[in-house]
């Protein structure tokens, strides 16, 4: 199946587009039976429910499959079902409700997607319960909430909130909330994103005429997204530019940003474009400007450029 994928390479750099379209067509229909459907439900509004309706239609993500959190109508009606609700509001608005850290134009939600609940997309419930955790790169002992730090330092371009922050405590509520019925410490089956494996070296200016062609038509030609009409907030969401992510984030790892892209986008196509073709998109987003990385003096960002890129 992966063969048939790669023969469409060299057929499409020679501008054959029936045939490319012909063999996409093929291995697209290869890949069928490899990726479970997903049929996508426009709200997140609970569903109504009968005896005979099918789940699978219902829910955005195969209930057999990954898991599915409660939904927002069950949040309790307590202090805690308050701060639960709040958790959430941080997650889909962050824009509005945690403000005060934000450096740029980014919710959680933009990555998070579907609340922090979409599978694949690094959610909520998956991370949950596997905190405290040593992270592999540094070899040190991390907590959830310092996570959630480090994605306000980095993804967000700002400030972290301190752990007794009515932020923090709002969304290791909504994050526990998420994850009920999982048993602590379980390897849950959509945490973080797609699995990314390179056959050749990613190409950035092939990952420039894929941009223009699957992605452009919503976050623009220059990436700089689009905003809501009232001028407040992303409609598309920056994917650079001074409203964007910085140098710091997991997504300043190509290998990192293939693995989101190719599990989530275009939104509504997911898995729609190869683990080479999300690797050549992503190292061409990889080139273009953004925020720099905090953690460095300004000497290291202008003068010795970050070299992940590749990664
Ligand atoms: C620009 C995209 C982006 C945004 C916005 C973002 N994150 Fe993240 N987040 C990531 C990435 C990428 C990772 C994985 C980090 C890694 O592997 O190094 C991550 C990881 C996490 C994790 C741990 C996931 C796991 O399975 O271990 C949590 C929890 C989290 N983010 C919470 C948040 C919260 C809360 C916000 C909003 C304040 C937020 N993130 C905003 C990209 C983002
Ligand atoms: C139909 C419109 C649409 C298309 C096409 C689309 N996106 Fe997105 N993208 C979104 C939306 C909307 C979000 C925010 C998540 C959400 O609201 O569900 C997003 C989020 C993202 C994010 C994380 C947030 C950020 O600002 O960095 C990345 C990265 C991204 N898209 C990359 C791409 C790439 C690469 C393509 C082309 C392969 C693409 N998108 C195509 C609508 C789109």
């Known amino acids: 199946m992966s063969r048939l994928i790669l023969l469409t390479y060299p057929i ?3 501008k054959n587009k029936v045939w490319a379209w012909l063999l996409s067509l093929i291995s697209l229909s290869a890949l069928a039976d490899e990726i479970p459907a997903l049929s996508i439900r426009p709200t997140l509004e609970p569903p109504v429910i009968s005896a005979n309706t099918d789940l699978k239609q219902v829910y955005r993500v195969p209930v057999d499959k990954f898991f599915v959190p409660p ?3 069950e949040i309790p009606a307590t202090p805690l079902g308050e701060q639960i609700k709040q958790g959430r509001l941080i997650v889909i608005d962050t824009q509005t409700h ?3 850290y934000v450096g740029n134009g980014l919710n959680c939600s933009d990555c998070h997607l579907s ?3 979409e599978p694949k997309a690094s959610p909520l419930w998956a ?3 596997k905190y405290p955790m040593v992270k592999e790169r540094t070899n040190q002992v991390v907590t959830y909430q310092e996570q959630i730090q480090a994605c306000f330092l980095t993804a967000m371009d700002g400030i972290a909130p301190t752990l007794e922050s009515p932020t923090m405590r709002a969304l290791t509520a909504y994050s526990k909330w998420l994850s009920t019925g999982i048993p602590m410490n379980a390897n ?3 945490r973080g994103f797609a699995f990314i494996k390179k056959s050749k070296d990613p190409r950035s200016v092939h990952g420039q005429n894929l941009y223009k062609a699957r992605c452009a038509f919503c976050h623009g030609e220059s990436g700089k997204g689009q905003k809501h009409t009232d001028g ?4 598309f969401p920056p994917l650079w530019g001074n409203d964007s992510y910085n140098r710091a984030t997991g997504f300043g790892k190509t290998k990192t940003l293939a693995k ?3 599990a989530n986008m275009p939104l509504g196509a997911p898995y729609s474009l190869s683990m080479d073709e999300s690797l050549d998109i992503a190292a061409f987003i990889w080139t273009q400007y953004r925020p720099y990385d905090p953690k460095k003096s300004m000497f290291v960002n202008l003068f010795i450029p970050p070299s992940a890129g590749q990664n």
């Open 260 to 262: 989101f892209i190719r």
């Open 127 to 129: 991370a949950y319960v």
């Open 98 to 100: 945690a403000r005060q």
């Open 71 to 73: 939904p927002v109508a």
């Open 232 to 235: 407040k907030g992303y409609m």
């Open 12 to 14: 499409r750099s020679m």
């Open 188 to 190: 849950m089956p959509g």
């Open 115 to 117: 609340e922090g609940r």
